[in-house]
T-cell receptor
Framework: DAGITQSPRHKVTETGTPVTLRCHQT?????MYWYRQDPGHGLRLIHY???????DKGEVSDGYSVSRSKTEDFLLTLESATSSQTSVYFC???????????FGSGTRLTVV | GESVGLHLPTLSVQEGDNSIINCAYS??????FIWYKQESGKGPQFIID?????DKRQGQRVTVLLNKTVKHLSLQIAATQPGDSAVYFC???????????FGKGTHLIIQP
């Protein structure tokens, strides 16, 4: 997707290990979001950022932390991965309504 | 709790027919709604949006209808094509910076 890149695209990790997912944007948008997608639940908001160093929790934030030290990067960290965090993670960016939201291609994380 | 949801998990239509995907929302304070299309292995892709002060909005082959009286949103796809096969999500913005709230999605299947 133009202007937004997620890395890695796929990752397998062991229970109890820390994991960091990266979202990088080139659009200079103020707002950035992390969602997870699971069968039967659609997309659920984990954390979001409304500016550098400004972040807040979403619906399913337990077990996750985020950081945004510069406009273009938004990091999602699983401090100690659990099997329940096996999911597909999507980053989204927005310049605010009515500019809409653009999603990245996703990171498929498997915790074994 | 308040949420955005979809009536049917799967919708099967004949190629060339019109498709109608429905969505119910419960938060009357939501002021912006978006329909997304998600193909397998990809992130959600913007289709069309509508603000709460509108009843209808048309795009290329797609129309979104908003009925605030019954809190109902629908996506109409004209002359459905094989490339329309995907999962469709409605999402609402309830104000503020906390992003989109998604419904669980409808899988649109195109029969030849």
């Amino acid at each position: 997707d133009a202007g937004i890149t997620q890395s890695p695209r796929h990752k397998v990790t062991e229970t109890g290990t820390p994991v960091t997912l990266r979202c990088h944007q080139t659009e200079n948008h103020r707002y950035m979001y992390w969602y997870r997608q699971d069968p039967g639940h659609g997309l659920r908001l984990i954390h979001y950022s409304y500016g550098v160093k400004d972040t807040d929790k979403g619906e399913v934030s337990d077990g996750y932390s985020v950081s945004r030290s510069k406009t273009e990067d938004f990091l999602l960290t699983l401090e100690s991965a659990t099997s329940s965090q096996t999911s597909v993670y999507f980053c989204a960016i927005s310049g605010g309504v009515p500019y809409g939201y653009t999603f990245g291609s996703g990171t498929r994380l498997t915790v074994v | 709790g308040e949420s955005v949801g979809l009536h049917l998990p799967t919708l099967s239509v004949q190629e060339g027919d019109n498709s109608i995907i429905n969505c119910a929302y419960s938060n009357s304070a939501s002021d912006y709604f978006i329909w997304y299309k998600q193909e397998s292995g990809k992130g959600p892709q913007f289709i069309i949006d509508i603000r709460s002060n509108m009843d209808k909005r048309q795009g290329q082959r797609v129309t979104v209808l908003l009925n605030k009286t019954v809190k109902h949103l629908s996506l109409q796809i004209a002359a459905t094509q094989p490339g329309d096969s995907a999962v469709y999500f409605c999402a609402e913005i309830r104000g503020g910076a906390d992003g989109l709230t998604f419904g669980k999605g409808t899988h649109l299947i195109i029969q030849p």
